[in-house]
């Protein structure tokens, strides 16, 4: 039976492939695992980001491309992952993360006052 971090990795691994931007914000600092590098792994890719140890906390978009087709005879080109990672540490200033809507249009979403909207709303500041 796969655990649920690998059924999430593969929906998300599923995502990327149908060209759908993907966000993910792990704030979990009472563990050491990393979702993105389970999900690079899975994917057979790596980011020198990460590092040796990769961060426990951290925020990352995802988008996966292909390329064009080739217009004469040429090899196929393998597709993309593009991925903007930013680790994260407690007391320090949440990331901006792009988002994705289309291929050529993304918006900024800033987490930080994200974070402080939610915690107005929900009265938990």
Known sequence: MASS???FVGKVVSLL??????SLVDLVSTRQANLY????ATLGRSD????????AMYAVTLRGRKYPPPKRKQRARPAVLDAWFY???LGQPLPTLPIWLAVDHHVMWPLGTSY??????????
């Open 48 to 55: 020198p980001k990460l590092g040796e140890t990769p961060p």
């Open 116 to 125: 402080e909207e939610a915690c107005r709303v929900l009265s938990i500041a």
């Open 17 to 22: 492939q149908h060209g759908v931007s993907v």
């Open 5 to 7: 971090r690998e059924v």
């Open 87 to 89: 680790p994260m540490t």
């Open 37 to 40: 590098a389970e999900l690079l």
